[in-house]
């Protein structure tokens, strides 16, 4: 067994063990970057970057399926599946090399390759065939897909995220469990790259949209394209031949259907890899799920005697919120923190932004209704405004006239809280809001911002005034196309 000694040991090569890396390593030259499998990080192998290929080439297909609504007629399109999965190989392989590329600028030396558990608060084993012993320890393990026992019954025809960037070519039907995010965003694209295809549900949630009006507007969008049962009733799941078979009751026909499909598709969920990692005998307190406690602001871990200790946790491992950008900024300040232990420092973090790319788009932009409500002191604090894309000019004429957005400010103050939005690329709207929520400017402050014309923001800004008008700061809309343009 070998022996290392370091000031610093990170588990995980991923976003957050990376940018915990670079940042620790402003401290000191003896930091240990240990990887238990591949190289390349989640995001760029089989996350972020090969989904957004596959939904890029689903676009694609819908625009030129769609053209005919702009008198442009394209005639019959032919996905080529292999041409598809090609290009989504490729790029993604790109992308896998530009962080591999960066890897290889880390010395040989301070990487170690091999599963790592605790032995003790302050030693790991990595693999069979090292023993670390490190002053300080970040987390980094990322998280991993998670499904329900039943889904088992599929056998090999069972598969996440991590196999479809694998096929070579497009199957015929595949059955989505799970109408999350991964579950929309690649259920959606490959409806659209031709692939038949069912969504079942569990519980009503749908992406992450928290607001009952706002769900069941997206329910009703998604399920005018393909089919989507948030609540589904899934009777059997087995395996006949080299298909999945699945019994359900057909949502509004409340018909009995046992239909086949080539893959079940589990997107029910991902669990922080934590569990794996004989956190007993790291001496850290852990809740009911196995997690470590921990500080947003420093991502230092509680010791089980409640003192903060030595160990750090950043990214999908600590299930905060599991999201590049997140897990980014996370791994800076664990590793700054693990750099400046015990003198530690509150590290800045940024309000949330959660973005789905589906179309139309979802997106949530700071705290959710509940921590607004408390933070506001659970008194009837909260104003709301909201404002449709169906009759919004721009929306109209880009024939993307679907959706529906609500803004959150505090009654007095006037101060915007949040939204949640569903409509045409909402991604830029939900930047422009996170930007204003993190300059803390109010509902007056945002509307003296420039609008151009005719632009989908114009639909932000409907929304925003009705927000002013609820906060009494302002006038309600009476004429909308009169004030600022037709189609505002
Ligand atoms: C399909 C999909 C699409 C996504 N799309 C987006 C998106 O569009 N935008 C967005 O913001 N986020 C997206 N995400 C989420 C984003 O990919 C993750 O939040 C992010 O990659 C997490 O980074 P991480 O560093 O925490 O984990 P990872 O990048 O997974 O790194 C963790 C590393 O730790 C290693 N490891 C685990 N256990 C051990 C151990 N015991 N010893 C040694 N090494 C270990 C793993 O092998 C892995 O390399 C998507 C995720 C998926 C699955
Ligand atoms: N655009 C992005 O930023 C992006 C894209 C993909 C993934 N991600 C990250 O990955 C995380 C995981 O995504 P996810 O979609 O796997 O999880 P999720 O939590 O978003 O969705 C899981 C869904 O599965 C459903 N479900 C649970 N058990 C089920 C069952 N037995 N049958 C049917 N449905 C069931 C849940 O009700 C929920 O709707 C996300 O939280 C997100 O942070 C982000």
């Not at 079942?200 to 992406?207: E, K, V």
Request: glycine share 10%.
């Amino acid at each position: 067994m070998q022996e290392r000694h370091v000031d610093i040991a990170i588990i995980g090569a991923g976003t957050a063990g990376l940018s915990a890396w670079h940042t620790a390593r402003q401290h000191t030259d003896s930091v240990i970057l240990i990887e238990g499998g591949e190289y390349g990080t989640t995001c760029a192998r089989v996350g972020c970057m090969p989904s957004k290929l596959l939904i890029a080439a689903a676009e694609a297909a819908h625009q030129a399926r769609s053209a005919d609504g702009f008198g442009v007629k394209v005639g019959e399109i032919d996905i080529d599946g292999h041409a598809v999965m090609a290009r989504i190989k490729r790029e993604r392989d790109r992308f896998v090399q530009q962080v591999l590329g960066s890897m290889q600028r880390i010395d040989k030396a301070d990487r170690m390759e091999g599963h790592a558990r605790f032995e003790t608060p302050h030693v790991l084993l990595v693999g069979s065939h090292s023993r670390v012993t490190a002053r300080c320890i970040v987390i980094a393990t990322g998280s991993r897909n998670d499904w329900p026992d039943f889904f088992d019954a599929a056998g090999d025809r069972l598969v996440v995220n991590d196999d479809i960037f694998d096929w070579d070519s497009l199957p015929e039907s595949v059955a989505v469990f799970g109408p999350g995010i991964i579950g929309l965003e690649l259920g959606q694209a490959l409806h659209r790259l031709g692939v038949r295809l069912r969504i079942f549900g569990n519980g009503g949630s749908l992406g992450s949209l928290e607001d009952d009006a706002l769900r069941d507007y997206a329910d009703r969008t998604f399920n005018e394209s393909f089919y989507l049962d948030p609540e589904a009733k899934v009777e059997a799941i087995e395996r006949e031949g080299d298909q999945v078979v699945i019994t359900f009751i057909e949502r509004g026909t409340g018909q009995r259907l046992t239909e086949r499909f080539d893959y079940l598709l589990a997107a029910t969920g991902r669990r922080p890899n934590v569990d794996t990692l004989d956190l007993d005998k790291a001496g850290l307190a852990l809740n009911d799920k196995g997690l470590p406690y921990f500080n947003r602001f420093t991502l230092q871990c509680r010791k089980s005697d409640d003192i903060p200790g030595h160990v750090f946790i950043a990214g999908d491992a600590n299930h905060e919120l599991p999201l590049l950008h997140e897990a980014n900024t996370q791994g800076r300040i664990a590793g700054d923190n693990a750099g400046r232990y015990p003198a530690l420092r509150a590290g800045r973090r940024n309000v949330p932004l959660a973005i789905v790319f589906t179309e139309p788009q979802i997106a949530k932009v700071g705290a959710n209704r509940e921590e607004m409500e408390q933070r506001c002191g659970g008194c009837e604090c909260i104003a709301m405004g909201e404002a449709s894309f169906e009759d919004q000019g721009r929306a109209v004429v880009i024939r993307q006239n679907r959706g529906l957005i609500k803004l959150y400010a505090e009654h007095g103050t006037g101060q915007f809280l949040g939204a949640e939005l569903f409509g045409p690329r909402i991604e830029h709207m939900a930047h422009l809001l996170a930007w204003s929520l993190e300059q803390r400017m109010s509902v007056n402050r945002m509307l003296e911002m420039p609008f151009y014309h005719p632009v989908l923001e114009e639909g932000l800004r409907s929304a925003l005034r009705d927000l002013n008008a609820a906060l009494m700061q302002g006038p309600a809309i009476t004429e909308r196309c009169m004030e600022h343009g037709p189609g505002d």
